[in-house]
């Protein structure tokens, strides 16, 4: 049977909704130039680089609409939550160590020196409002989901303890509320609170998702069953054969997929974190832990919509209020394993898996439009005070844009379908010649602008005449932009002077980050991120244990202690790490 979410439960997602605004808070003290805003100063542990790219590399979407591609299609639909980690793999084997060595502050920071600043200008512009519209999207997705998981549909405010007998829409007060949530612990902390909020949501969803793992295990009563898992139920209903993207699944789709998504992972927040941390050993190391986590999390995962399939084949019984029943798969394990308290932890856990997509892409794109756009074309000599102020601001305009869109977007809709438009116009004459310039020198300064036009164009007519299925469509749009990208060399010469300059830049790519001469001394040297992250966790940890305290039957108050255990034994294996490494370093100086 699934349960429904209690008071404790509710309590639980607002003090967590809190933390994340003290975390910004804390963080707002070491942020004192825009290097520390938008990269840490570099000075990211990799650890904390990795945990937080992995989940900056999924949303919600992975306990709502992935699940239900699971639930629906069975071990084939696990596919569709390996989005991630053929791109984070290739960022390991590839790009890590070349945008690390890139040693910029923002994605198109280096597209002024290799092709032009026309070229850095006219893809930044595309790309703030392709990921403000993502933003928007997903913010208006999450809330939806949870208002629905949770049997809400509207809230008086007069019962939230506020002046106003009104009644509003539990969608549009939940965009509001996470948005503005989102948007502080952005506005103060920068990147050290993005990161450090999305290793407190990681500590929190892993013991969880593993503990839901043998405990919905339990309810198939019988190890048969367990052993029935990858086969479809008798009497459940297959859906037609169709993909998530409205094409059959063949190896052409798959591989056009794969390839699309290892260009997406690779210009998207996650590269943040490669040159957020001291050195390309230390990016390469953010990869490969981004990768690990996904191999890990598609296991985690995808065990409890397989099992709910055989618990409840046809979920329409059970949520009446979604318009894709599939999609509250998770959701449905959560309610009928878990005791109240953990039910609320879960629930802050899927918002918090959106919020870490959401977070970082608002301080990703702030830092394209403070350092890509304001310092290029703008204020060329502002100083580093200004940056961080312009920087905040611009944090602050651009959460308050993806808000304003998300509601808009929950009253009238429409918006949802001008985002995908124009990510399917954009991203492959942006990906593709960003990526190519940081291997190639001997296309010239204009492969970038040459190959952007040509793959705008066909991709304006294939939308506008052709109406391709998805693979084809990106199948030729790749071709078109590689073809140009390459074809340049031998229509276009470079000035001397220009020549000179690429030369000099790709001189980055051959000399290897020394971060004790390269990084300047700040505020971060004094900030222990692995005592800070310990305390947060085992104050985390100590607060799920006392939920036992909740008035419930003795097997549920097991399951709370084992998950909030695991959660405090983290925190304080953390504090026992980071007290060994402070004795050894006082050994070795003394």
Known sequence: MVNAAGTIDYLIIAAYLLALVWIGHFFSHYNKNME???????????????????????????????????????????????????????????????????????M???????????????????????????????????????????????????????????????????ILVSGIVILTYCYFGGLLAVATCDVLSFLIIIPMAVLIVPLILLKLNSIGAVGQLFNTPAGFSLPEGKSILGEPVTLFFVVMWLVSNIHSYNTNPIVQRYWSVPDEKDARRVALLCTILFVFGVAVWSVPPLAVRHLYPDLSQVW??????????????????????LVGIMFAAIFAASMSSIDSTLNFISGIFTNDIYRKTIRKNADDRHLLTVGRLSTL??????????????????????????????????????????????????????SFFAALCFNLFSVLFLDLPYSEFMFFSFVITYIVFF????????????????????????????????????????????????KLATVTGLAICLMVLINQPLSERLKILIGGG????????????????????????G
Not at 328 to 338: E, P, R
Not at 402 to 416: D, E, R, T, V
Request: charged share 15%; with cysteine; glycine share 10%.
């Open 36 to 106: 520390d805003f938008f990269k840490g100063g570099s000075k990211l542990p990799w650890w904390v680089g990795g945990i937080s790219a992995f989940m900056a590399g999924f949303s919600a979407w992975m306990f709502t609409g992935g699940a239900g591609v699971v639930y629906e299609r069975g071990p084939t639909g696990m596919l569709a939550l390996c989005t991630g980690l053929l791109g984070t793999f290739a960022g390991y084997l590839l790009f890590a160590k070349r945008w690390r060595r890139a040693r910029v502050t923002s």
């Open 108 to 174: 198109f920071e280096y597209v002024s020196t290799r092709f032009n600043l026309s070229a850095q200008q006219l893809m930044s512009w595309f790309f703030i409002p392709m990921n403000l519209f993502y933003c928007s999207t997903v913010l208006l997705a999450t809330s939806i989901f949870i208002t629905a998981a949770l049997g809400i549909s509207e809230v008086n405010l007069a019962a939230l303890g506020l002046p106003w007998d009104i009644k509003v829409s539990a969608v549009q007060l939940t």
């Open 320 to 341: 009446t209020t979604l318009k894709a029943p599939a999609e509250g798969a998770y959701v449905s394990a959560c309610l009928a394993v878990l005791p109240h308290g």
């Open 397 to 450: 305009g651009i959460g308050i844009l993806a808000i304003g869109l998300a509601l808009a977007m929950s009253a009238h809709g429409g918006a949802f379908r001008f985002m995908v438009l124009m990510d399917k116009i954009f991203t492959t004459p942006i990906v593709v010649p960003l990526l190519l310039g940081l291997f190639f020198p001997k296309r010239g300064s204009l492969a970038a602008l040459i």
């Open 487 to 534: 074809a340049s060399a031998y229509l276009f010469e470079d000035t001397p002077e220009k020549k000179r300059q690429i030369k000099e830049f790709f001189t980055l790519f051959t000399t290897p980050v020394v971060a004790k001469d390269e990084l300047s001394a700040s505020a971060i040297d004094a900030l222990s991120m692995l005592s800070f992250i310990g």
């Open 566 to 589: 695991v959660v405090l034994g983290l925190g304080l294996f953390m504090l026992w790490v980071n007290r060994r490494n402070l004795a050894r370093e006082r050994k070795s100086s």
